[in-house]
Nanobody, 120 residues
Framework: QVQLVESGGGLVQPGGSLTLSCVAS????????MGWYRQAPGKERELVAR???????NYADSVKGLFTISRDSAKNTVYLQMNNLKPEDTAVYYC??????????????WGQGTLVTVSP
């Protein structure tokens, strides 16, 4: 089965930077889109950044200009570069893959998550 594995989380000071990686067990172009979501305790999982197989990107308003999603197709890897991190960015970050079909709508695949903690 196809799997997504996140890494790169950890503790970072406010204003610092961190890069997350998501490695897929197959080609990332087998999916319509790849993305990063995050979830804090007691809150709903929210979209952070998303990139389609064609390269179109979308970002949450709160991270525009601060976070960058990118990909390395040769490594089947999607990255999230996070700059100027704030305590409000503390969450478990999940990698996501989307498959869109006319008969089943959107099928989602999730990684296990990686924890990002922003604190002095």
């Amino acid at each position: 089965q196809v799997q997504l594995v996140e890494s790169g989380g950890g503790l970072v000071q406010p204003g610092g930077s961190l890069t997350l990686s998501c490695v897929a067990s197959g080609s990332i172009f087998s999916f319509n889109a790849m993305g990063w979501y995050r979830q804090a305790p007691g809150k709903e999982r929210e979209l952070v950044a998303r990139i389609t197989s064609g390269g179109t990107t979308n970002y949450a308003d709160s991270v525009k200009g601060l976070f960058t999603i990118s990909r390395d197709s040769a490594k089947n890897t999607v990255y999230l570069q996070m700059n100027n991190l704030k305590p409000e960015d503390t969450a478990v970050y999940y990698c996501n893959a989307e498959s869109h079909t006319w008969y089943a709508g959107v099928s989602l695949l999730w990684g296990q998550g990686t924890l990002v903690t922003v604190s002095p």
